[in-house]
Nanobody, 124 residues
Framework: QVQLVESGGGLVQAGGSLRLSCAASGRTFSSYGMGWFRQARGKEREFVATINWSGGTTWYRDSVKGRFTISRDNAKNTVYLQMNSLKPDGRAVYHC?????????????????WGRGTQVAVSA
């Protein structure tokens, strides 16, 4: 079992940056593949970025490539999402998720744990 707590959300102007953090409990954090997903009001949760256990593999949804960076620090049990050049369509609740597999995945149904999320708002 792992518990995930996201932080770092807030209101930013379009073109600005935010860095989200996700702190995980438990001693086996380094064995989990991790992902960030987001859910805008009235829409389904969608994949944003994922990272494997070592940080050596990362994937992104096409619309955030070149602007967002996912990373992890296994010594601190934390995964990050650096978001640059934010756009108004980035407004959503961002959830950190963990899966009982080492590898990365863009499939939300393959994840086993998730946090309550952190709100990101982007003004035009």
């Amino acid at each position: 079992q792992v518990q995930l707590v996201e932080s770092g959300g807030g209101l930013v102007q379009a073109g600005g940056s935010l860095r989200l953090s996700c702190a995980a409990s438990g001693r086996t954090f380094s064995s989990y593949g991790m992902g960030w997903f987001r859910q805008a009001r009235g829409k389904e949760r969608e994949f944003v970025a994922t990272i494997n256990w070592s940080g050596g593999t990362t994937w992104y949804r096409d619309s955030v490539k070149g602007r967002f960076t996912i990373s992890r620090d296994n010594a601190k049990n934390t995964v990050y999402l650096q978001m640059n050049s934010l756009k108004p369509d980035g407004r959503a609740v961002y959830h950190c998720e963990a899966r009982n597999q080492h590898d990365a995945s863009s499939l939300q149904k393959s994840y086993d744990y998730w946090g309550r999320g952190t709100q990101v708002a982007v003004s035009a």
